[in-house]
């Protein structure tokens, strides 16, 4: 669903959710605001296909506080049935040392559905290219671990498993695997990705696309 931890977990870009990170903002401003648009084969979320196989249109817009303090909205079509979803996320990261954390709460809200509708707080870490997320969920619980890098100066690398964990029935494991290439085209950065996803029992997903991060 959502591109959340934008400041702490920038190993997971790829494995959360595809959408690219604006990072032209000045490291001197109390406040920066970003924005990103981008078009994908298809909508993955935690490994898994989340509509039927159609295109998807995603983007958000931001805003970053210097205290670590953020928020913003997230969207994507091709959901379920031609659904349009929306994430709202607010978020709090800092570092400790050389550990870096984030505390937040996720709303996923959907157009035309409302018993879609879900909520989720989380708590995560990170350290070097690693990071761990714990996500608490209405009947559920998600951990995943994650890591990322770039490859020979070449491309950046991420990969993320995960665990559900519901209340009742099977647990399932997410595995993501994605690789994206950036370009600066002066007013924007230009982003190509490729994302595997593999969920038990389920068949593997690719998804392709190109995003847009001013």
């Known amino acids: 669903m959502t591109k959340t931890l934008r400041n702490y977990a920038m190993a997971l870009m790829l494995g959360m959710g ?3 990170v604006n990072t032209t903002a000045q490291a001197e401003e109390a406040v920066s605001v970003y924005a990103d648009i981008g078009g994908f084969s298809q ?13 998807s249109l995603q983007g958000d817009v931001g805003i970053d506080h210097e205290s670590g303090l953020s928020a913003n909205v997230w969207f994507a079509t091709g959901v379920a049935t031609d659904d349009t979803e929306f994430d709202f996320t607010v978020d709090y990261s800092g570092e400790a040392g050389d550990i870096g954390y ?19 707080f989380y708590v995560g870490a990170s350290y070097d290219i690693a990071s761990l997320t714990a996500y608490i ?41 994605g690789a994206s290439k950036d ?11 490729l994302t595997i996803g593999s969920v038990t029992d389920l068949d593997t997903e690719i998804a392709i696309g190109v995003n847009a991060a001013f």
Do not use: C, K
């Open 18 to 20: 595809l959408v690219g």
């Open 43 to 55: 909508y993955i979320w935690r490994a898994a296909a989340q509509g039927t196989g159609q295109g």
């Open 102 to 120: 984030s505390v937040g709460f996720i709303a996923y809200v959907f157009a035309n559905d409302s018993t879609l509708d879900a909520e989720e």
């Open 137 to 177: 969920g209405d009947g559920y619980n998600y951990i995943e671990l994650g890591a990322g890098a770039t490859v020979a100066d070449m491309f950046d690398a991420s990969a993320a498993v995960g665990i559900n964990s519901p209340d009742t029935g099977t647990s399932t494991t997410h595995i993501t695997l």
């Open 183 to 193: 370009f600066d085209m002066g007013s924007y950065t230009l982003s190509p990705s």
